[in-house]
Every structure is written in structure tokens, then in C-alpha cells.
């Protein structure tokens, strides 16, 4: 168990109204531009002294962000069909809610360092990213350049193919995203965004978690891969919360 006090999230994630607007809208950009990725972040009321402590936080910020988006994924069904039965006159019926499955329990998230958590397509030390080339205007459509000199990774990835970590799911969703018309402007975005997102690339505490808790993580084990995460950010003292899952 862990104090109460923890469960607390602070009005705006503890930002200013004017900055969670600005953090809430860089999500929903990010969603316009075709990621997939879901996230929740919260500041609590009392800082974590410890590793333990910071552990029970870790836990308590996937719990809400489990909870949180398993109601807004209900609530879009839900919206779906409603439409739906209006546009073809359908009978009225609920849709088959999201569960979870069973209680997330702190056993269940594993410590991760921050390079197990972007995985290998990011250099931390040269803030160096490997990106795919989404232009379909491009004769190298579907290829991989590093992000800064746009020089081919293609042989870097033969040796090391990328795994299923943050980089992945996020520059990776089933769909060709728009995040840029070049490997640089994708690699800029992305670099930018988790800048905002935990205030330093580097200087993060992550966790990886059991995603068997709830069938919301069933369709990404069709193939795409199913995620969950959650972060520790000293530099903005926030936790944030990184779900996953989805399928063509």
C-alpha cells in the first residue's frame, strides 16, 4: 500500500492553466498527425523521498492512466455507435465495454533504463534518432536515415533491428503517420515532443508493465505490439503514464 496522499493529482497536472492546455494540445496534435500512443500525466501533491516511494507513484500513475484511458476509449465506442445507429437506423445497443482484467499490482512493473525505454533507434548521447521516411513523394519511401544527417541507418538496423520500445511505437503506427516530409522534421518533432513531454531525454525514470491487465492491449498483439509505461521526470517532477495498442 501507499499513502493516500499520492493518489492527489494536482488541478492541470500542477502547471499553470495556460501549459497543460499547451501540453494536453501537443497530444491531440500528435493524434491529428496519426500516433496512436494514449498518455496521462499527473503531478502529485507530496514529493517521493525514494526509490520505494517513487515505485508506489510509478504504480498509482499507471492505475489512473489505466483507468483513464480505458473510460475515454468506452466513451468513443459509445459515441461510434450512436452515430452509427442514426445513420443506418440500427437498433439500440450499448457496445462491448474495455475492462481491465484484474488490479495492477507494483510486482507488476519492471524498472527500465532510459535506453530499454526508447529502445535503439535513439542515441541519447548525441540526441541522434533513427526515423523512417513516410514521404511517399520520396524515392526513399519506407527506408531509414538517421534523423540529423539524413545518411542512411540501413545497415545499422541490419545489424540491430529496432525493438518494440518508445521510438518504435511512437514513430511506427499502423498507418503511415505525418509527423514531417523528412527525416529531419520527424526526428525534430519527435525530440521535441519528449522535451516537453519529461523535460530532459535523458534524465528519466521508467517502467514497463504487464499488459495482460486488460483486453484494451488485445488488438495490438494482433501484430503492432502492445504498451505500457510509465515515466518519471525529475527535471519537471511529473509522471506520465504511455499506453499502447492498435491494428489495421
Known amino acids: 500500500m501507499f499513502p493516500t496522499s499520492i493518489l492527489e493529482a494536482l488541478p492541470h497536472d500542477g502547471l499553470p492553466e495556460w501549459q497543460y492546455r ?15 500512443l494514449d498518455f496521462q500525466q499527473f503531478a502529485y501533491t507530496t514529493a ?37 445507429q442514426a445513420q443506418y437506423l440500427l437498433p439500440e445497443q450499448s457496445p462491448l465495454p474495455i475492462s481491465q482484467h484484474f488490479s495492477l499490482q507494483s510486482s507488476m512493473g ?8 526508447y529502445g535503439n533507434q535513439l542515441d541519447l548521447a548525441q540526441s541522434r534518432l533513427i526515423v523512417r521516411d513516410w514521404n511517399k513523394q520520396s524515392r526513399h519511401f519506407g527506408q531509414h536515415f538517421h534523423h540529423d544527417s539524413q545518411t542512411s541507418a540501413e545497415p545499422a538496423l541490419a545489424r540491430n533491428p529496432p525493438g518494440s520500445a518508445f521510438c518504435h511505437a511512437f514513430l511506427n503506427p499502423p498507418y503511415p503517420p ?4 523528412s527525416p529531419r522534421e520527424v526526428g525534430e518533432y519527435f525530440l521535441q515532443f519528449c522535451r516537453q513531454l519529461f523535460g ?26 502492445a504498451y505500457f509505461w510509465t515515466v518519471y521526470s525529475p527535471a519537471n517532477g511529473r509522471y506520465t503514464g504511455i499506453m499502447g495498442s492498435a491494428t489495421d
Open 200 to 225: 530532459s531525454l535523458s534524465n528519466i525514470e521508467a517502467y514497463a508493465w504487464d499488459t495482460d491487465c486488460s483486453n484494451y492491449f488485445d488488438d495490438g498483439r494482433e501484430w503492432w505490439g
Open 48 to 84: 517521493a523521498p525514494n526509490e520505494t516511494e517513487r515505485r508506489a507513484y510509478h504504480l498509482a500513475t499507471a492505475q489512473h492512466t489505466l483507468a483513464a484511458v480505458i473510460a475515454e476509449h468506452n466513451e468513443q465506442s459509445a459515441r461510434r455507435l450512436k452515430r452509427l
Open 22 to 36: 499547451q501540453h494536453r494540445a501537443a497530444i491531440n496534435r500528435f493524434h491529428a498527425l496519426g500516433g496512436v
Open 110 to 117: 519492471q524498472k527500465i533504463s532510459a535506453e530499454q525505454f
Open 178 to 181: 505525418q509527423f514531417g516530409d
